[in-house]
């Protein structure tokens, strides 16, 4: 498929000379996200700066029939901005604008191309948050985190994108500009539209500026690190935490595993004395701090840590946090992940983690298995190692295979087969595991009737 030549041609003649590039380099990077594995090939990429050039130049692909990948930071871990059949990709990356802060309302108001990180330092000199963060926050973008309704590391606390968005200018398909809710925090009056494109993955608008609300920075906030025998050993350490001295801010696993490929690839030391195979990153606010010592005390006295530590200064509580944070991209630089990301009912992760494990045993015996997650809300980040003597297309069978039977235990556990990362192109042949006959037809109609001609992010989420 490639694009008109038609349309290129109006393209050129309808906007400034530096809006499209067609340079093989620009193609090469804007056709795929972190997924890396579907090989980029845009027909071309459009760069606007305002809203009514997002505006006319949907306007015109709806006229040519033109597919349209809106595309972000490229961070995604679902395929969702990859452009791999000729499409011409809408990058947000000009529209970078914010306003300056409401501080009465507890707003901002920013284009949908601001970089996550950059809008945290925007608030922060007024001791407010947006509290949307994870790894990847020094390239995401505000429209993808809305788009992919990301959640990330203080979830369990903060609650996912969806809860900190108060209004959206969204672009439909046709080239009609909605502004739904503007900057209000209360408004019933009728169906609130704003949710239908929060976790859309740019299949429904493009959303090209939010009302986003902020949240006071915590006044004092501690980070500990804890080794942990096993995984019901994490569990019991979960329950004893949510009881805890503090406000539960963070509460993130991961394996020894892990461990030894972020150590491999970041050059990070274990604080820990005490070698074990599962660890525990706790952020507590507004602990008071002889509450928080005597918490330790008794977890370290009761065994359900074997060790830990508490650090010290910002500087040390970053090194702890890098810990964690490095893992994705250190599984991705020294070998071939193949990344799941589940979702369970807090209640129900023991049971379900058992069943796991057998599962995995039998599926991939002897294989290296990277487990971590934001485990307080029940989020898992399940990924399997490419073994060294297994080519890339006999690993992509194997795991395509075991899937299904991951997806069909998380199904019997009543839990979701995307947690954050989203649908995209990746995860949509196992949409039916978490969504009912009856949900993906309301879904199909949706999507027919905002974008009838299926020109926006054309075979992401659904065919
Ligand atoms: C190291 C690492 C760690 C990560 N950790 C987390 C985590 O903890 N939690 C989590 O949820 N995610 C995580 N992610 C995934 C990713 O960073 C998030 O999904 C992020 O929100 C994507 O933002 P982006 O701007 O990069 O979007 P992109 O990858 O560019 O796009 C994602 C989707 O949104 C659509 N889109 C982008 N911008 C717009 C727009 N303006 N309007 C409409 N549609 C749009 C795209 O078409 C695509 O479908 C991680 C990724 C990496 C690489």
Same mark, same amino acid.
């Given at each position: =498929?490639?694009?008109?030549?038609?349309?290129?041609?109006?393209?050129?003649?309808?906007?400034?000379?530096?809006?499209?590039?067609?340079?093989?380099?620009?193609?090469?990077?804007?056709?795929?996200?972190?997924?890396?594995?579907?090989?980029?090939?845009?027909?071309?990429?459009?760069? *606007?700066?305002? /809203?009514?050039?997002?505006?006319?130049?949907?306007?015109?692909?709806?006229?040519?029939?033109?597919?349209?990948?809106?595309?972000?930071?490229?961070?995604?871990?679902?395929?969702?901005?990859?452009?791999?059949?000729?499409?011409?990709?809408?990058? =947000?990356?000009? =529209?970078?604008?914010?306003? *300056?802060?409401?501080?009465?309302?507890?707003?901002?108001?920013?284009?949908?191309?601001?970089?996550?990180?950059?809008?945290?330092?925007?608030?922060?000199?007024?001791?407010?948050?947006?509290?949307?963060?994870?790894?990847?926050?020094?390239?995401?973008?505000?429209? +993808?985190?809305?788009?992919?309704?990301?959640? +990330?590391?203080?979830?369990?606390?903060? +609650?996912?994108?969806?809860?900190?968005?108060?209004?959206?200018?969204?672009?439909?398909?046709?080239?009609?500009?909605?502004?739904?809710?503007?900057?209000?925090?209360?408004?019933?009056?009728?169906?609130?539209?704003?949710?239908?494109?929060?976790?859309? @993955?740019?299949?429904?608008?493009?959303?090209?500026?939010?009302?986003? #609300?902020?949240?006071?920075?915590?006044?004092?906030?501690?980070?500990?690190?804890?080794?942990?025998? !096993?995984?019901?050993?994490?569990?019991?350490?979960?329950?004893?935490?949510?009881?805890?001295?503090?406000?539960?801010?963070?509460?993130?696993?991961?394996?020894?595993?892990?461990?030894?490929?972020?150590?491999?690839?970041?050059?990070?030391?274990?604080?820990?004395?005490?070698?074990?195979?599962?660890?525990?990153?706790?952020?507590?606010?507004?602990? $008071?701090? !002889?509450?928080?010592?005597?918490?330790?005390?008794?977890?370290?006295? @009761?065994?359900?840590?074997?060790?830990?530590?508490?650090?010290?200064?910002?500087?040390?509580?970053?090194?702890?946090?890098?810990?964690?944070?490095?893992?994705?991209?250190?599984?991705?630089?020294?070998?071939?992940?193949?990344?799941?990301?589940?979702?369970? &009912?807090?209640?129900?992760?023991?049971?379900?983690?058992? $069943?796991?494990?057998?599962?995995?045993?039998? @599926?991939?015996?002897?294989? @290296?298995?990277?487990?971590?997650?934001?485990?307080?809300?029940?989020?898992?980040?399940?990924?399997?190692? #490419?073994?060294? !003597?297994?080519?890339?297309?006999?690993?992509?069978?194997? /795991?395509?295979?075991?899937?299904?039977?991951?997806?069909?235990?998380?199904?019997?556990?009543?839990?979701?087969?995307?947690?954050?990362?989203?649908?995209?192109?990746?995860?949509?042949?196992?949409?039916?595991?978490?969504?009912? &006959?009856?949900?993906?037809?309301?879904?199909?109609?949706? #999507?027919?009737?905002?974008?009838?001609?299926?020109?926006?992010?054309?075979?992401?989420?659904?065919?």
């Amino acid at each position: =498929m490639s694009l008109p030549a038609e349309l290129l041609a109006e393209i050129e003649r309808a906007f400034p000379a530096d809006f499209l590039s067609v340079e093989p380099a620009d193609l090469a990077a804007y056709g795929r996200d972190w997924t890396r594995i579907h090989p980029p090939a845009p027909g071309a990429i459009a760069f *606007p700066r305002t /809203t009514d050039e997002v505006s006319r130049l949907l306007a015109l692909c709806a006229r040519h029939r033109a597919p349209v990948v809106p595309s972000g930071g490229r961070t995604g871990l679902a395929a969702g901005a990859v452009a791999a059949r000729g499409e011409l990709v809408l990058s =947000m990356g000009r =529209m970078r604008r914010m306003d *300056p802060v409401d501080e009465d309302g507890l707003t901002v108001r920013v284009q949908a191309g601001a970089v996550t990180e950059a809008v945290h330092h925007h608030v922060r000199p007024l001791g407010l948050s947006w509290p949307v963060d994870f790894a990847s926050k020094g390239s995401s973008q505000v429209g +993808g985190n809305i788009a992919t309704n990301a959640g +990330g590391v203080r979830v369990i606390r903060y +609650g996912l994108t969806r809860q900190w968005v108060l209004g959206l200018e969204v672009v439909l398909a046709s080239g009609a500009v909605l502004e739904l809710n503007g900057a209000l925090e209360k408004n019933n009056t009728g169906f609130d539209l704003r949710q239908l494109f929060i976790g859309s @993955e740019g299949t429904l608008g493009v959303i090209t500026e939010a009302t986003l #609300k902020l949240a006071r920075l915590p006044t004092r906030t501690d980070v500990f690190l804890f080794a942990v025998p !096993d995984l019901a050993g994490v569990l019991r350490l979960f329950r004893a935490a949510r009881r805890g001295p503090f406000a539960l801010a963070a509460f993130e696993l991961f394996t020894d595993r892990c461990l030894a490929r972020v150590q491999r690839h970041r050059s990070l030391r274990n604080p820990l004395g005490t070698p074990a195979t599962h660890y525990v990153l706790v952020e507590a606010e507004a602990g $008071e701090p !002889d509450a928080l010592e005597a918490w330790v005390a008794s977890l370290l006295e @009761e065994g359900l840590a074997t060790d830990g530590t508490l650090a010290q200064s910002a500087a040390q509580a970053a090194e702890l946090w890098a810990l964690r944070e490095g893992i994705s991209e250190s599984l991705t630089a020294t070998g071939f992940p193949h990344k799941n990301d589940i979702a369970l &009912p807090v209640a129900g992760l023991e049971a379900f983690c058992g $069943e796991l494990e057998a599962e995995f045993g039998r @599926e991939y015996p002897g294989w @290296e298995i990277c487990l971590f997650g934001h485990i307080g809300d029940g989020n898992l980040h399940v990924n399997v190692m #490419k073994p060294d !003597d297994l080519t890339i297309e006999a690993f992509k069978d194997r /795991t395509a295979a075991a899937d299904r039977h991951l997806f069909a235990l998380v199904r019997r556990h009543r839990g979701s087969i995307s947690a954050e990362h989203g649908i995209g192109l990746l995860k949509k042949p196992y949409l039916a595991y978490s969504r009912a &006959p009856e949900e993906l037809t309301l879904l199909r109609a949706i #999507k027919q009737t905002l974008d009838p001609l299926g020109i926006l992010n054309p075979g992401k989420i659904l065919d």
